[in-house]
T-cell receptor
Framework: DTAVSQTPKYLVTQMGNDKSIKCEQN?????MYWYKQDSKKFLKIMFS???????INETVPNRFSPKSPDKAHLNLHINSLELGDSAVYFC????????????FGSGTRLTVV | QKEVEQDPGPLSVPEGAIVSLNCTYS??????FMWYRQYSRKGPELLMY????GNKEDGRFTAQVDKSSKYISLFIRDSQPSDSATYLC??????????FGTGTSLTVIP
């Protein structure tokens, strides 16, 4: 009965590959997010969707493309992976916008070699 | 029981008040503790990062960790309207896994 689940937990891949990270929430929340966490524990917001509509799109390379087939899912597709993409990516959801109560996924540790 | 519990608020205080934000946790394997601040439509920014029990101070902010009670706090002195944001606690266990609280929404009223 995991509230926000993201898969896979670990992903090791070669430079140049294309990969996807999936996120699903069963809380009925209307807003979902993708964050990138760097080695210094800083969290950077990448995208935010509200009811399948993109509402935050920070400056990230256009190799990163979010897809929200419905409000319970927000997937992250990354094309032509680069070494600098190695990080932990967190999915989260909230109800009532970004001042609402958050639930985070457990993170996906991406390593590009 | 969730690994990390945080009262989501919302919390409203008058300008100049001392704010206390709290999280409790159940897993004694947590060893690093963080507080993030998130303004509306922005990403979280790391405010404080602590390891040991005790207090860590940075300007108007004090992070307190009590490992024996599994309780962490963030105190904001002389609160300002610019402190209005959502505050998230986060913890890392010995397996380097992150766990986040749900965030507390704070409004400081001028």
């Amino acid at each position: 009965d995991t509230a926000v689940s993201q898969t896979p937990k670990y992903l090791v891949t070669q430079m140049g590959n294309d990969k996807s990270i999936k996120c699903e929430q069963n809380l009925g929340h209307d807003t979902m997010y993708w964050y990138k966490q760097d080695s210094k524990k800083f969290l950077k917001i990448m995208f935010s969707y509200n009811n399948k509509e993109l509402i935050i799109n920070e400056t990230v390379p256009n190799r990163f493309s979010p897809k929200s087939p419905d409000k319970a899912h927000l997937n992250l597709h990354i094309n032509s992976l680069e070494l600098g993409d190695s990080a932990v990516y967190f999915c989260a959801s909230s109800q009532g916008g970004d001042r609402g109560s958050y639930t985070f996924g457990s993170g996906t540790r991406l390593t590009v070699v | 029981q969730k690994e990390v519990e945080q009262d989501p608020g919302p919390l409203s205080v008058p300008e100049g008040a001392i704010v206390s934000l709290n999280c409790t946790y159940s897993n004694s394997a947590f060893q690093y503790f963080m507080w993030y601040r998130q303004y509306s439509r922005k990403g979280p920014e790391l405010l404080m990062y602590t390891y040991s029990s005790g207090n860590k101070e940075d300007g108007r902010f004090t992070a307190q960790v009590d490992k024996s009670s599994k309780y962490i706090s963030l105190f904001i002195r002389d609160s300002q309207p610019s402190d209005s944001a959502t505050y998230l606690c986060a913890m890392i266990n010995t397996g380097n896994q992150f766990y986040f609280g749900t965030g507390t929404s704070l409004t400081v009223i001028p």
